[in-house]
């Protein structure tokens, strides 16, 4: 495993090692009313095991699938069989959209040993390779040990500071309408718009037709034009935290400083009324 992300040519290839995980780290927003689990059950990676980005989350706030406490992550990653000496390999149902929030929490915690399957399985499945249905198999229980990098991750603090100093680029990943307020939030009870001087950058114009990754010189063609030129440092924001790392991951594609993430994102931002918004 070389860098963030891997081909399915590359996975075919290695996918059964003892020390390599396939990971479905499929999630669907809340108006789309789909059941990723249930989906895993119908047609997986063969071997793949479902992380749940939902459950391996703070169960003590009501926001979305914030970042659990390092002994929490511990706990439930080791429940999924996964201890620090593991290779592991994120994909989603859709291509590339969810997948990347699992690997940047991995890192998060101290683990580099993690990559993004480019396409996910709809590309997988293109290319006629084998899957599996039906409910895996229980696997053993490991221990993981976690990290933590603290510089990885902003909160709500952080970003109210930064909207006074300016100091980091904010690039939302959300789409332009939502991004401008020109369509209502999928989630109910958010205020529409941005956080003041944020650049957009939708996570799709990151990916071809196709739903792989961009070239890296292509990744940092539209980076520069949001303002990440390597120049400034970034934190990527999105919905809820999870497209964000999208964005991040596209930054360590293109060779840039992968920056930070903030956590509660517009689910946390939009609900509250001591944040500016910008329209």
């Known amino acids: 495993m070389n860098g963030a992300l891997v081909t399915t040519e590359w996975?075919?290839?290695?996918i059964g090692a003892p020390d390599l995980i396939v990971l479905d780290a499929t999630y669907y927003l809340p108006a789309e009313k789909r059941d990723a689990a249930a989906e895993f059950r119908a047609a997986r990676l063969p071997g793949a095991r479902f992380f749940d980005i939902d459950a391996i989350a703070d169960d003590a706030t009501d926001l979305p699938h914030m970042v659990p406490s390092p002994g929490r992550f511990a706990r439930l990653v080791g429940?999924?069989?996964?201890?620090?000496?593991?290779?592991?390999?994120?994909?989603d149902q859709r291509g590339v959209f969810s997948a990347p929030r699992g690997?940047?929490?991995?890192?998060?915690?101290?683990?580099?040993r993690a990559a993004v399957l480019d396409g996910g399985l709809p590309k997988w499945r293109a290319e006629g390779r084998a899957t599996e249905s039906g409910d895996p198999p229980p696997v053993a229980p490991a221990t993981f040990r976690p990290g933590l990098r603290a510089g990885w991750l902003?909160?709500?603090?952080?970003?109210?500071?930064?909207?006074?100093?300016?100091?980091?680029?904010?690039i939302?990943?959300?789409?332009a309408p939502r991004f401008r307020a020109e369509v209502p939030e999928p989630r109910a009870g958010l205020r529409?718009?941005?956080?003041?001087?944020?650049?957009?950058?939708?996570?799709?114009?990151?990916?071809t037709p196709e739903g792989t990754m961009?070239?890296?010189?292509?990744?940092?063609?539209?980076?520069?034009?949001?303002?990440?030129?390597?120049?400034?440092?970034?934190?990527?924001?999105?919905?809820?935290?999870?497209?964000a790392a999208v964005i991040t991951l596209a930054l360590v594609q293109a060779g840039l400083p992968r920056g930070a993430l903030y956590d509660g994102s517009w689910s946390e931002w939009g609900a509250r009324e001591d944040t500016p918004v910008e329209t």
């Open 11 to 14: 996975l075919a290839a290695e």
């Open 79 to 91: 429940a999924l069989g996964i201890g620090n000496r593991h290779r592991l390999v994120f994909y």
């Open 103 to 112: 690997w940047w929490l991995m890192g998060l915690f101290g683990h580099d």
């Open 154 to 170: 902003r909160g709500v603090g952080d970003m109210l500071a930064n909207v006074a100093t300016g100091a980091e680029l904010v």
């Open 172 to 175: 939302d990943a959300r789409s």
């Open 192 to 207: 529409g718009g941005h956080i003041p001087g944020a650049a957009n950058l939708p996570f799709a114009e990151l990916l």
């Open 214 to 243: 961009l070239p890296p010189e292509t990744l940092r063609a539209r980076l520069a034009a949001a303002g990440a030129d390597g120049t400034r440092p970034v934190v990527t924001s999105c919905g809820s935290g999870v497209s």
